[in-house]
């Protein structure tokens, strides 16, 4: 089976989604198939052995609509051009349909405001008593060109419903005609000599009602528009040409042209046009369109570079590597595109009821507009106004785009804030969630040791102790090494000359440096040469609990001191998590270290659930055990070792970059590493479920208040008023638009912030230590200072206890 989707044009309701999504899935070969209303895509599973696309897009054809190919490379902007264009075709309809039914209104109204003492200028020579059929030929001319600006109307409506899959247009083809119908029957008894037939004419209401509903479908068109912002945005991020090199020469072509292989020239404030590998040049690239990094990353010979990312200061050249539909960025588009198709699970009632809508519909408007005949003894008049206006106020199109509007602008909100939704179903499950489990490296941590702290002891200094043990390691491979030899670096330390060095497996490194004999190592290294560190036991322990790595160091076979290393906790988990436990979520911390270690990391960032010792394997069977206490569980991972419990959890949430988004196994993918975009994925999710179930309450509400309503219920009841038929179509008219507009709310949503208030990034910090000659220099990593504050109420003892 092969995944497919096609847009579809000429839908303008739910009942015609309903109609495209079953002429698809009858035919054989086809499965899974789900058509979108307001994305207008239908996305469907289909055998090719068996069915060929051509066949598809006939039988759609024959259902009326329109199944056309989308091209990727060009999506965008013939998208956009073609929406324009239906947005001005739609307005200059309603124009010429204003500028006839307006005087088609005045015409009709003012006779009937005159005999309640409201006079108003009129020509004299069109008074219904005394030039009746003029003033019929008259409205007759004026909703001629109304119906023609409306015809679309009519030739979909009625070929739905000899179909027998009527949809909103049969609603309104079948309302009006029955009132140009009548009213031109009318016209003909006029001409008989029955003057008085011209109070019986409804020529003004079927031109009023088109008009209206025609205002309703322009609003309609913009909202729609505006709710696919997001996904527009990130299409319009590539460049539309690059400048490659061909024989020598400079040469510039539009990015469709662009080969694998090409090499590009790049110049400072241009666009990366695809991705590709820097051969040549060196310069800084601002890829926070990408991954939502803000400071612009360096690049040189071999660093990789992406499509619509931004070169700032350097020329660079580049091998094209991936173009078109393989870059990063048409990866991100294709996701959020499928998002902003799908459908959540919330709307399958609304479906249902769709498919079954309008011909409920017209069955009532029969039933009551017969009613209403027989019961006053044959008032045709009335009986026509009941059948009209319940017609014309039942509104599907509220119906089919409650949900996937929202949907939508969720989606496309979320993209904006580098959170990639995979699906509707993945929102609407989202706000489920009760308890979210993170993994520790790489999630919670940076993934990457760094120097923690410096302790030093028998009169050596701290730099002279980290660029004697940074020399040392500057050929190890082990990652507490280079994490040492990468802080001398930082500190622009010149490294020292080495001289015999020797890894000692499982114990340390031996080596000589400016002619001094240095060992780097555990404890057990340090025992076998004899070397105490008898002072600093204490200090070591400390670092320990904290859990980071103690490296001890000699030097000139004298203890040094101790070089500690630690996987660093990124800025912003502790205020993630606090944001959560504020939320009523429930936290828990998943790892492979021992539970000491993962006690500590959980104490810094607040974690009150953890599960230490876990191997990778084992991951998703910790996830299903939380799920059998009942629990919605998300997995929070780096997508690589995690992926079989990212695809236990209820809701899979992967750490990636921007140009790392294909992870299959999640539901939810994190463009930056950044935690507090975990709390912004849940609210988010929580804001578009309780839109939806805003917009499907008023789209029910309004239809199970207002057909009532039009049946007369209010005149049965208490004696009141009629429903005026134009009145019924404003009112449907404005019902999508304002299903659209509370969709729209969405793109007000603001992410949870959070402040580095009290942090301190790799700042230095000098003390005494309690043990008599042991200085330490501390470097402390970002994030900790607050997670010594959140640590204060953390219980160690209980954590070992939930330990699993």
Request: glycine fraction near 10%.
């Amino acid at each position: 089976m092969e995944t497919h989707v096609f847009s579809i044009h000429g839908m303008t309701c739910a009942a015609c989604a309903r109609r495209v999504e079953n002429v698809i899935g009858k035919l054989e070969g086809t499965e899974n198939v789900s058509v979108n209303l307001a994305t207008e895509r239908a996305t469907f599973s289909y055998e090719p052995r068996q069915i060929r696309l051509a066949a598809i897009q006939e039988a759609v054809g024959k259902a009326g609509y329109e199944a056309a190919e989308i091209d990727r490379t060009d999506a965008g902007d013939e998208d956009r051009a073609r929406k324009q264009k239906e947005i001005r075709t739609l307005w200059t309809k309603f124009i010429v349909a204003a500028a006839f039914s307006l005087p088609l209104l005045y015409i009709a109204m003012v006779p009937m405001l005159t005999r309640y003492g409201i006079r108003l200028p009129y020509p004299s020579g069109l008074d219904p008593m005394d030039h009746a059929l003029l003033y019929a030929l008259l409205e007759l001319a004026l909703v001629a060109p109304v119906i023609g600006v409306g015809y679309r109307f009519y030739t979909v409506g009625f070929r739905s419903l000899l179909q027998r899959s009527p949809n909103m247009d049969s609603l309104i083809a079948v309302g009006t005609t029955a009132a140009v119908l009548y009213s031109v029957y009318n016209t003909w008894q006029i001409a008989r000599g029955h003057f008085m037939a011209a109070e019986s004419l409804y020529f003004e209401t079927a031109g009023v009602i088109i008009t209206l509903i025609l205002l309703g479908k322009s609003l309609e068109a913009v909202s729609k528009g505006r709710t696919s912002e997001a996904i527009k945005k990130l299409m319009g991020l590539a460049p539309k040409t690059a400048v490659i090199i061909q024989d020598g020469v400079e040469r510039e072509i539009p990015l469709a042209d662009v080969e694998v292989g090409d090499v590009i020239v790049v110049k400072p404030g241009a666009k990366i046009p695809v991705d590709g590998t820097v051969t040549a040049g060196y310069t800084a690239i601002d890829e926070s369109m990408l991954t939502g990094e803000s400071m612009p990353v360096d690049k040189k010979a071999g660093s990789p570079v992406y499509a619509a990312t931004i070169n700032t200061t350097g020329a660079i050249r580049f091998r094209a590597d991936k173009i078109g539909a393989d870059t990063a960025l048409a990866h991100i588009i294709k996701l959020v595109e499928d998002a902003q198709g799908s459908k959540a699970p919330i709307a399958a009632l609304a479906d249902k009821i769709s498919g079954v809508f309008v011909p409920i519909v017209c069955l009532i408007a029969l039933v009551a507009g017969a009613a209403w005949f027989f019961g006053t003894g044959g008032d045709i008049k009335l009986a026509l106004t009941i059948f009209i206006s319940i017609l014309v106020i039942a509104c599907p199109c509220a119906l089919g785009l409650a949900t996937p509007t929202a949907i939508m602008v969720g989606t496309g909100k979320g993209a904006e804030n580098g959170i990639l939704i995979k699906g509707g179903e993945a929102l609407e499950t989202a706000h489920k969630i009760q308890t979210i489990v993170f993994d520790k490296t790489g999630t919670i941590t940076e993934g990457k040791p760094a120097v923690t702290d410096i302790l030093t002891t028998g009169g050596v200094s701290a730099d002279d102790l980290l660029l004697m043990t940074a020399s040392a390691e500057w050929g190890s491979e082990h990652p507490l090494g280079q994490a040492i030899a990468a802080k001398a670096q930082d500190s622009g330390m010149d490294l020292l000359a080495v001289d015999g060095f020797h890894s000692l497996t499982g114990r340390g490194i031996e080596a000589q440096v400016g002619g001094k004999n240095v060992l780097a190592g555990n404890l057990l290294l340090m025992n076998e040469r004899g070397i105490s560190f008898a002072g600093m036991e204490d200090a070591a322990g400390r670092l320990a609990e904290e859990g980071k790595t103690p490296m001890y160091v000699a030097i000139g076979g004298q203890p040094a001191g101790i070089v500690a290393v630690a996987d660093v906790i990124k800025a912003s988990s502790a205020a993630a998590i606090e944001h959560l436990h504020e939320m009523g979520i429930e936290v828990a911390m998943i790892t492979g270290d021992n539970k000491k270690t993962a006690a500590a990391i959980a104490k810094q960032v607040g974690v009150t659930r953890v599960l230490a010792e876990v191997l990778p394997q084992d991951k998703a069977g910790e996830v299903k055990k939380l799920q059998g206490e009942g629990r919605m569980v998300a997995m929070v991972g780096d997508g690589i070792n995690d992926a079989p419990a990212l695809a236990q959890a209820d809701i899979g949430i992967a750490i990636g970059s921007g140009t790392d988004v294909a992870m299959e196994s999640a539901d939810i993918v994190l463009m930056r590493s950044d935690l507090m975009d975990v709390p912004t994925a849940i609210k988010l999710s929580k804001n578009t479920i309780r839109n939806i179930k805003q917009n499907l309450f008023w789209a029910f509400g309004y239809n199970i208040i207002g057909i009532p309503i039009a049946a007369g219920m209010l005149h049965l009841l208490w004696n009141g008023p009629f429903l005026n038929p134009m009145i019924a179509a404003a009112a449907m008219s404005l019902s999508s638009v304002s299903v659209l507009t509370n969709a729209l709310r969405l793109k007000r949503f603001k992410a949870p912030r959070w402040t580095a208030g009290g942090r301190a990034a790799s700042a230095g910090i000098m003390s005494i230590m309690p043990d008599e000659g042991v200085t330490s220099h501390r470097e402390v990593p970002r994030g900790e200072a607050d997670g010594a504050e959140a640590a204060e109420t953390f219980n160690t003892e209980q954590i070992m206890e939930e330990q699993v």
